[in-house]
């Protein structure tokens, strides 16, 4: 076995992976697994840079995660930065900042990497070899995947939860006008990602990332977030418009008073429901299984 840290920052969060690698046996054993909200895309898609206080934050889970991956003894470390980090001007202060504390230059990678790295950490450890369709709603884009033992087709959006957000809401809870401009983002982003991808073509849709996870949650009735009860549930398209209704209809305040939802999600999770429930609308999806292993998964694969 070998012992790999992955590091996966996006435009809301930043995670750590710290795992035991056995490719023989096709086997990822969880050592350390945590997420922390940095919300390094504050104002990208307005500004077009990483704002100071953003990196701030970044660099202060990256001071945490160092000490973590030092104390577990990882032999191989990468760290991947996706869709916020690719899209601002000044992303080598970023990446300078990175390197002083990790000691590795973070890569940042391209939407069609992003989603391989995505659908071998989703789908790597699932029985049987139907082809699916991956879907990663992250905060500042979307990857679609689709492939049966190896990637067929990808492509990514610009659609995310956290951009979605700041582009078009402006009351809480959104008005009629602000949710008919972020379905008509995620509309025109599905055809732009059709494309090139056979979307509807695939047997079984998989669903990665925060707000997935938070939907399922809710939908399954979990009085705490309980990772072992998400990973591999199946949830009904009914059950997703149900509970992207609710969201739409609940305050701040509200959302945040869910028992299962991270504080850095309250603003963002509307956003992130509709994209889901727009995406199952589009390909005719009758459920979705959702996945606790994602790209940070499949950046950890890639060490070994």
Not at 19 to 32: H, I, K, R, S
Not at 196 to 222: D, N, Q
Request: one cysteine or more; hydrophobic letters at 45%; proline letters at 3%.
């Amino acid at each position: 076995m070998t012992r790999v840290a992955a590091v996966d920052c996006g435009t809301n969060s930043i995670r750590l992976l710290v795992a035991d690698a056995d490719p023989d046996a096709g086997t990822l054993v969880d050592l350390d697994r945590r997420m922390t909200i940095v919300r390094l895309g504050q104002g990208v898609d307005r500004t077009g840079r990483l704002a100071p206080e953003a990196l701030e934050r970044t660099f202060a889970a990256c001071r945490e995660y160092a000490a973590v991956i030092k104390e577990r003894g990882a032999e191989r470390v990468r760290f991947v930065a996706t869709s916020a980090s690719r899209d601002a001007e000044n992303r080598e202060d970023f990446v300078r900042g990175v390197l002083d504390i990790l000691g590795v230059e973070p890569e940042v990678i391209t939407g069609d990497q992003e989603a391989e790295f995505s659908f071998t950490g989703a789908t790597r450890e699932l029985e049987g070899t139907d082809r699916y369709l991956v879907v990663d709603i992250g905060g500042g884009s979307t990857e679609f995947v689709v492939g049966a033992e190896h990637v067929e087709a990808a492509r990514s959006v610009d659609v995310g939860c956290v951009r979605l957000t700041e582009r078009h809401v402006r009351h809480d809870p959104p008005g009629e006008d602000e949710v008919a401009a972020i379905r008509a983002d995620v509309r025109a982003a599905l055809a732009l990602a059709e494309e090139t991808v056979p979307i509807r073509g695939a047997h079984t849709l998989v669903g990665l990332a925060g707000s997935v996870t938070t939907v399922a949650a809710i939908a399954l009735g979990l009085e705490e977030y309980d990772s072992a009860a998400i990973h591999r549930s199946r949830i009904p398209y009914g059950q997703v418009a149900e509970v992207t209704a609710r969201l739409l209809a609940m305050t701040h305040d509200e959302r945040a008073a869910i028992p299962v939802m991270h504080p850095g999600r309250v603003d963002v999770i509307v956003s992130g429901a509709l994209v889901l429930r727009e995406i199952m609308e589009h390909v005719g999806a009758s459920e979705v299984v959702v996945s606790e292993h994602d790209i940070l998964d499949g950046i950890a694969w890639s060490l070994v």
